[in-house]
């Protein structure tokens, strides 16, 4: 079946732009997690999603960045104003509800900030 | 606070050799931890997961896992490795009640032929 998809898979921006960063997770998967990975912080936990509520934001770097899921499905990770340090890949990574399920990633957007 | 350490930025095994790539972790509880593998350009893939049973733990492309409470150890194994075995290798554990991952910096794995 589809895996996690994530658009776009590649975004270039200019610093002080937003951006809107998608992912689709594998249907019926009610819990999707967004990281970041960068080379200077390694793999980072930014958010976490159950259904539509988001009971876990406590890896979001600063106000700038907001997120939400909708349907319990499709979720939007928004970085406004960007900064050059916000330059990474942003993951996004779903799975079922139960405690030891494994995550499912998606291939990562690279967000080049200029 | 949970923490995993990969102590080895690189591993360097010749093909057909068995390989090992280390990881300790640091958790309060029951440990639930999970190897993934990153190639070049791609998300994350899962490899294996330790949550209770079994110390060894077998998973994807023949790679299993020894589990190690004493030594709260978790490294990832292979009898012989592939060249298309390398790649950037993570270790991770969950943290808290919410399921989300605590990743070990990575280790690359360079199989040469």
């Known amino acids: 079946g589809a895996g996690v998809s994530q658009s776009p898979s590649n975004k270039v921006t200019e610093k002080g732009k937003d951006v809107e960063l998608r992912c689709d997770p594998i249907?019926?998967?009610?819990?999707l997690y967004w990281y970041r990975q960068s080379l200077g912080q390694g793999l980072e936990f930014l958010i976490y999603f159950q259904g539509n509520s988001a009971p876990d934001k406590s890896g979001l770097p600063s106000d700038r960045f907001s997120a939400e899921r909708t349907g319990g499905s499709v979720s939007t990770l928004t970085i406004q104003r960007t900064q050059q340090e916000d330059s990474a890949v942003y993951l996004c990574?779903?799975?079922?509800?139960?405690?030891?399920?494994?995550?499912?990633f998606g291939p990562g957007t690279r967000l080049t900030v200029l | 606070a949970q923490s995993v350490a990969q102590p080895e930025d690189q591993v360097n095994v010749a093909e057909g050799n068995p390989l090992t790539v280390k990881c300790t972790y640091s958790v309060s509880g029951n440990p639930y931890l999970f190897w993934y593998v990153q190639y070049p350009n791609r998300g994350l893939q899962f490899l294996l997961k330790y949550i209770t049973g079994d110390n060894l733990v077998k998973g994807s492309y023949g790679f299993e896992a020894e589990f190690n409470k004493s030594q709260t150890s978790f490294h990832l194994k292979k009898p012989s490795a592939l060249v298309s075995d390398s790649a950037l290798y993570f270790c991770?554990?969950?943290?808290?009640?919410?399921?989300?991952?605590?990743f070990g910096q990575g280790t690359t794995l360079q199989v040469k032929p």
């Open positions: 249907s019926g998967h009610t819990a």
């Open positions: 991770a554990v969950r943290a808290g009640n919410t399921g989300k991952l605590i």
């Open positions: 990574a779903s799975r079922l509800t139960g405690f030891g399920n494994e995550q499912f």
